[in-house]
């Protein structure tokens, strides 16, 4: 069974620049996360879709981040214009619903200078 | 915020088991004990969860105390592949609630 995938694994930008991530969950998975983890830290959810849903948001920075899943399957976050503490790791993760175990990828590492 | 304590790190010597200990001394009648790990530039990987009960599976046994204020996560042969950070998290099971990961603890497996 294929895992989260997650693309670029790696991204370096400048301040005040745009960056998107990708991520395709397992098949057949209904909820999908966006966490971000910040380097000695937990990861931090940022937004939760059940299918093409929001669930929950309350953790995304609105004025900067956004994320769709437009056809309830895979799902880009994206970030504009990005900031210095915006380095971090992005990670999804999808489960077959709300309340199950989370499968997480491999995560893309954010870095702003 | 977290609702579980962690130690930020512990050592274990390889083929020796390694006792992962949990602090959740709030957790409610209906919040389920989670173990997750990440291994260094993976995402976290599910490991066990359960409820009041002790819980075994091919990866760990899962010990919660009969009062459910904490638990222990039990690598019973550790290798080093078991170098990771380890996060104790409580939740309900089912519900919207989301993972609130701490910071978890560092288990360096020494050869």
């Known amino acids: 069974e294929a895992g989260v995938a997650q693309s670029p694994r790696y991204k370096i930008i400048e301040k005040r620049q745009s960056v998107a991530f990708w991520c395709n969950p397992i098949?057949?998975?209904?909820?999908l996360y966006w966490y971000q983890q910040i380097l000695g830290q937990g990861p931090k959810l940022l937004i939760q879709?059940?299918?093409?849903?929001?669930?929950?948001d309350s953790q995304l920075p609105k004025d900067r981040f956004s994320a769709e899943r437009l056809k309830g399957v895979d799902s880009t976050l994206k970030i504009q214009p990005a900031k210095l503490e915006d380095s971090a790791v992005y990670l999804c993760?999808?489960?077959?619903?709300?309340?199950?175990?989370?499968?997480f990828g491999p995560g893309t590492r954010l870095t702003v200078t | 915020d977290a609702k579980t304590t962690q130690p930020p790190s512990m050592d274990c010597a390889e083929g020796r088991a390694a006792n992962l200990p949990c602090n959740h001394s709030t957790i409610s009648g209906n919040e389920y004990v989670y173990w997750y790990r990440q291994i260094h530039s993976q995402g976290p990987q599910y490991i066990i969860h359960?409820?009041?009960n002790n819980e075994t599976n091919e990866m760990a046994s899962l010990i919660i105390t009969e009062d459910r204020k904490s638990s222990t996560l039990i690598l019973p042969h550790a290798t080093l592949r078991d170098t990771a950070v380890y996060y104790c998290i409580v939740r309900t099971q089912g519900g919207s609630e989301k993972l609130v990961f701490g910071k978890g603890t560092k288990l360096t497996v020494n050869p």
């Open positions: 879709f059940q299918n093409n849903g929001v669930v929950d």
């Open positions: 098949s057949g998975h209904a909820t």
């Open positions: 359960g409820l009041k």
């Open positions: 993760a999808s489960s077959l619903g709300t309340g199950f175990e989370q499968y």
